[in-house]
């Protein structure tokens, strides 16, 4: 499989796409205002402790208050013992007023604020850095070779002078090890660190280098945290550019494209430093036409904000975000087969399940989503589906998890969500319809206008009633409608006249009784 990663950078964005084999599959943005804060660590002060809810509200400075959860505190606290943990409260953790250093695991979605934790962690090239995870190493689950994994495990057990190790195994998260600390000169033993996926095939120095960065990196946030004022900021990660060359799996890339000749040199500086077998695979892109047009890239993120995904055989998929949840539906569209219907619906739900996989990276979606496939009657078909879906879910570095086909036929899975989705990044709600994907007819604001004025007319002794509304209505009321408000001033005693109102949209009116004090 080929790999490319396009970087287009210019004064008010920078744009990542991640092509493979010359099919866009994920594109990341970062608008120069408003910058990405997971993973920046914050002073915060507690302004409010919910006991009924195990959470509390800080503040470290954004326009709403953050949210901390207490399992985000005891297990910072308690250092990873169980028992300290079940215990807990947040009534006993924390205090309004308290000052607490958190890092942010979401950015702030909608009318919700930013998610928190106290259980800080910090990425780098090949390691996680994890300050309260004392003597702990894990190893990602993604580096297969049991040789490669031992390595790895021999050269953490050296480097932080621990012994007597015991193997745990965490589903899906790949094997932990929890180890006994035996040389407290050692500089990184009372840390704990995961072994990241980039680690496959480096070389000891580069580990050792990594983990002295980290440990002094920490000792410098720890003592500008003293110093600093409550909702102050400590620590800020990378840029885009930077976390995505940091999070790169060198073996798998041919080219990084850069058509920003600054950001290149950054780049080129950053890779020489962290990551010298990247340096090659570095091009600086120059030509006239805009990088992202080279590879439709632009084309493809349009089509990623629309409802509707048309699939090869003529089926189609529906996907419709909301607030609480995403639901994808798959329809057969124009696809009628060529043998029978079951085998119409098997290969549709397979071909839905690849561009599923593709536009849950393309558009970022998180939390519940609710997959809707066409009913399938063989049992084999169905775990067929869900096979292909997780086969092609494994190149997504976001973490998700995929439930069995539900009785009334739905896929229910969960994908992390710590940054907004490429709709709401890109997208606002529409002024007119609110969001809602669609507006009341002319017809029907015109009739709720008679009931207001029917509703005004008896409350008030009114001579004339003046309406103020869009185009369109008026031009209703006066047209089809003259007969109804011929009946109606009859009926109330008074006249009704109405003023065009341009910059009234269809939903708005105004309606003003003009009141007899005689």
């Known amino acids: 499989m080929s790999e490319e990663v396009l970087i287009n950078v210019t004064q008010h964005e920078t744009r990542v796409a991640m092509v493979e084999n010359g099919v866009l599959q994920e594109v990341a943005i970062e608008r120069t205002l408003q910058r990405s804060v997971v993973g920046n660590i914050y002073k915060g002060k ?103 994994r031992q390595r790895l495990k021999e050269i953490a057990l050296q480097r932080m002078g621990l012994v007597d190790q015991t193997v745990i195994e965490t589903p899906g998260e790949g094997e932990t090890l929890v180890m006994r600390q035996v040389s407290p000169s050692e500089r990184c033993d009372q840390y704990g660190f995961i072994i990241r996926t980039a680690a496959e095939g480096a070389k000891d120095s580069l580990l050792d280098a990594d983990m002295d960065f980290l440990c002094q990196l920490w ?66 892109y120059s030509g006239e036409r805009p990088i992202f047009d080279l590879y439709a890239i632009d084309e493809e993120i349009n089509k990623a904000l629309d409802r509707k995904v048309q699939l090869k ?91 069995e086909v539900s009785s009334l036929g739905l896929v229910q899975m969960t994908r992390k969500r710590t940054r907004d989705s490429l709709e709401h990044l890109l997208c606002e709600a529409c002024p007119t319809c609110g969001g809602l994907g669609s507006i009341k007819t002319v017809e029907t604001v015109c009739y709720e206008i008679f009931r207001e004025i029917l509703r005004d007319a008896k409350q008030f002794e009114t001579r004339s009633i003046l309406v103020l509304a869009s185009p369109e209505v008026v031009e209703r009321m006066l047209d089809e409608e003259s007969s109804h408000i011929a009946e109606l001033e009859e009926s109330i005693g008074c006249s009704i006249q109405f003023q065009l109102e341009t910059a009234y949209s269809r939903k708005r009116y105004d309606i003003i009784p003009l009141i007899n004090y005689q």
């Open 219 to 284: 000792k410098d946030i720890k003592e500008k945290a003293s110093n600093a004022k409550p909702c102050s900021l400590i620590y800020q990660d990378f840029s885009l550019v930077l976390r995505t060359i940091r999070n790169l799996k060198g073996s798998n890339i041919d080219q990084v494209k850069v058509d920003s000749r600054e950001t290149f040199h950054e780049v080129v500086n950053f890779s020489n430093k962290f990551i010298p077998d990247l340096v090659p695979l570095l091009v600086h």
């Open 313 to 403: 055989s003529g089926g189609y998929l529906v996907i419709e975000q909301t607030e609480a949840m995403t639901t994808i539906d798959v329809n057969t569209g124009a696809y009628v087969g060529s043998r029978n219907l079951e085998e119409t619906i098997f290969k549709t739900n397979l071909e839905a399940a690849q561009a599923i996989a593709r536009q849950l990276r393309l558009r970022n979606l998180g939390g519940i989503i609710i997959l809707d496939f066409i009913d399938m009657l063989e049992p084999e078909h169905k775990n067929q589906v869900l096979r292909t879906l997780e086969k092609c879910l494994e190149s997504d570095q976001v973490k998700s998890y995929i439930s």
């Open 46 to 148: 507690v302004c409010r402790v919910l006991p009924g809810m195990q959470a509390a509200f800080v503040e470290i400075g954004f326009e709403r208050a953050a949210f901390l959860h207490l399992s985000d505190v005891v297990n910072a606290q308690s250092h990873g013992d169980e028992q300290a943990s079940q215990k807990q409260s947040i009534a006993h953790c924390l205090r309004e007023g308290q000052s607490i250093l958190v890092q942010v695991t979401k950015e702030p979605l909608g009318t919700k604020g930013a998610r928190l934790t106290a259980e800080i962690s910090i990425p780098s090239r090949y390691l996680v850095f994890l300050p309260y995870s004392s003597s702990m190493i894990g190893i990602s689950s993604r580096i297969e070779s049991p040789q490669e």
